[in-house]
């Protein structure tokens, strides 16, 4: 009996993994303010971040990808590359391509969407013009990939944003005409308002990414996000978590479920943050937790314990 419930359990879990599968849905599109699948169905898609690449490499790898979609349910994962800090892709490239594109293979071999994140909190025109279009090359023709061509923009305006993602737009399209595109925006991606009264004209398929720490960021960022839809702005959550914005506070579960309720009613994806086991709360793992997945709960902390229960829940 065990073994036939355990074989139900696997076949279960296999079988919400598969309902947002690329397989199933095919290539992205944006209409209006929904992601939407090849059939023109909105898509909602519910995942984790890996932290920086330059701090947790060890978690980069097939396995840890396998486990997230296997055992998290994950329908879409976050490689979020560092690029300024030190051994970040600007100082070591070579090991930055190679940790992004372990995680990005593996996500394309599992079936589930991946993105590919700059993650950076200054301008840094040429070098992702660069990299991106790298990316684009060799990736372009996946539906698997989506790009986030600036994490956090901290001390730019939108006027500086929206100059330099127009720029990094023009480099990706010209290897890759359909994938979607992520755009960030000013103060930690929180002047969503900003972009709903002067947004980026004449590109396709892009979305402008929100992002919360519900026990910061409240019903005033909210208010924001409506105001930007009502607006017309596709909104894509990429990265949020339940505690303070330092990243280490007590989770406010009532905050988080009223996003993750404000969300859903929307249609809106969201990716919480992060896969790493830095000793802060919103680390997901302890230390003592492997490489390449297999966690059982005593390696898990509280935030990433309710993220699995989210994503078990709600992607179905």
């Not at 209006?32 to 978690?59: D, I, M, Y």
């Not at 960021?217 to 607006?231: F, S």
Request: proline share 3%; charged share 25%; aromatic share 12%.
């Amino acid at each position: 009996m065990i073994k036939i419930a355990t074989l139900l359990i696997l076949l279960l879990s296999v079988t919400m993994c598969f309902s947002q599968s690329v397989k199933k849905n095919g290539q992205l599109s944006v209409n209006g303010t929904q992601l939407v699948n090849e059939q023109g169905k909105a898509v909602v898609l519910r995942g984790v971040s890996f932290g920086w690449h330059n701090w947790w490499p060890r978690f980069y790898n097939e396995e840890t990808v396998n486990w997230l979609v296997d055992d998290w349910n994950c329908t879409i994962l976050r490689a979020a590359m560092g690029v300024e800090p030190k051994k970040a892709y600007l100082s070591k490239p070579k090991f930055a391509l190679k940790k992004m594109e372990a995680v990005i293979d593996a996500a394309i071999e599992k079936d589930i969407y991946v993105i590919i994140d700059w993650h950076a909190h200054e301008l840094n025109t040429e070098a992702a013009k660069i990299f991106f279009a790298q990316m684009a090359q060799k990736y372009g023709s996946n539906p698997h990939v989506i790009y986030e061509i600036f994490n956090e923009p901290v001390h730019d305006s939108w006027e500086e944003v929206k100059a330099y993602s127009i720029e990094v737009i023009d480099a990706i399209r010209e290897y890759d005409s359909n994938n979607v595109i992520l755009v960030g925006n000013p103060h930690w991606d929180q002047d969503v308002h900003l972009v709903a009264d002067n947004p980026i004209e004449g590109k396709s398929n892009i979305m402008y990414t929100l992002h919360y720490y519900a026990s910061t960021h409240k019903e005033y960022l909210r208010e924001r996000g409506d105001y930007a839809i009502n607006k017309g702005i596709p909104i894509f959550i990429s990265e949020c978590a339940g505690m303070k914005a330092d990243g280490d506070s007590e989770l406010d579960y009532d905050e988080w479920q009223k996003w993750i309720d404000w969300a859903e009613e929307r249609k809106i994806s969201w990716i919480t943050w992060s896969i790493a086991d830095k000793d802060e709360t919103c680390s997901m793992l302890y230390k003592k937790a492997s490489s390449k997945g297999n966690w059982k709960d005593e390696h898990i902390k509280e935030s990433g314990l309710r993220t699995k229960e989210y994503l078990l829940k709600y992607n179905k």
